[in-house]
């Protein structure tokens, strides 16, 4: 069974991902929402994001997946589901 995740959130933990904040790490609100738009900003948009998040995973397919599941989590527990 597979689970879609909603739009919002696959870019918001996209933008997280591609961000400097640490894997293992549980960063605030501010912390993370700040992370997100910087990320935004320097990587050109979400599908600058969704593009380096792919060649993370082209390049590093385990640390990347683990890296977007701490993403994913962090994303949840901060901002709950879309």
Known sequence: MSTMTA????ARAEA???SPLET???P???EVTSAILAALR???GVRG?????AGEYGEYPTTAARRMTWA???VDAVYGVD
């Open 72 to 74: 994913l989590g962090v």
């Open 16 to 18: 997280l991902y591609v």
């Open 42 to 44: 320097s990587h050109g």
């Open 7 to 10: 739009p919002l959130t696959a």
């Open 49 to 53: 994001c969704a593009a380096d998040v």
């Open 28 to 30: 605030s609100r501010a």
């Open 24 to 26: 293992g790490v549980r």
